[in-house]
């Protein structure tokens, strides 16, 4: 005895609809969002950059310390939103820009250590400290309007 029910339609278009060769792993093609399309995404990167110019003039001795935590921090942000806009819900997206949000926190710490060790100037101080703030206020925007679906 053969069902009559149909399964649910998809969300998005068959491949064979868009031309595009089937997907052994799955019966429907859902797209992945690009993550380099953010807006947050371009700040964070912005971030890292700004953070490997500013820590390439700190002293060898802090090759593996301050220097190697501060980088790994900056660069967790941007990965993190990478990664959560290659999972499959909002819910995991905005779980990966919550613990982006915990990196800015340690990036803006680090860098204020930075300072107050004299490793980092006054006026680069503020500029990545306006950088992390802007980009913290872009992620939790954004994770909360993931978490409303709005």
């Given amino acids: 005895m053969?069902?009559?029910e149909r399964p649910p339609?998809?969300?998005y278009p068959l491949p064979a609809q868009r031309g595009l060769p089937l997907d052994t792993r799955s019966v429907y093609h859902i797209p992945m969002p690009d993550y380099r399309d953010y807006d947050v995404f371009k700040c964070a990167h912005r971030l890292v950059l700004s953070v490997y110019a500013a820590t390439?003039?700190?002293?060898?001795e802090e090759r593996y310390g301050l220097t190697s935590q501060l980088r790994r921090a900056a660069v967790s942000i941007p990965t993190n939103i990478a990664e959560g806009a290659g999972r499959g819900?909002?819910?995991d997206f905005a779980r990966f820009l919550r613990i982006a949000i915990g990196s800015t926190n340690e990036v803006e710490y680090?860098?204020?250590l930075s300072a107050d060790l004299g490793l980092v100037g006054?006026?680069?101080?503020a500029d990545l400290s306006d950088l992390t703030?802007?980009?913290r206020r872009m992620l939790t925007r954004f994770s909360a309007t993931l978490r409303t679906g709005s």
């Avoid at 390439?56 to 060898?60: E, I, L, N, Q």
Wanted: charged share 25%; glycine share 4%.
């Fill in 2 to 4: 053969q069902s009559t």
């Fill in 9 to 11: 339609a998809p969300r």
């Fill in 56 to 60: 390439k003039g700190f002293p060898s």
């Fill in 89 to 91: 819900s909002d819910q």
């Fill in 110 to 112: 680090l860098v204020r």
């Fill in 122 to 125: 006054a006026k680069n101080q």
């Fill in 133 to 135: 703030t802007r980009t």
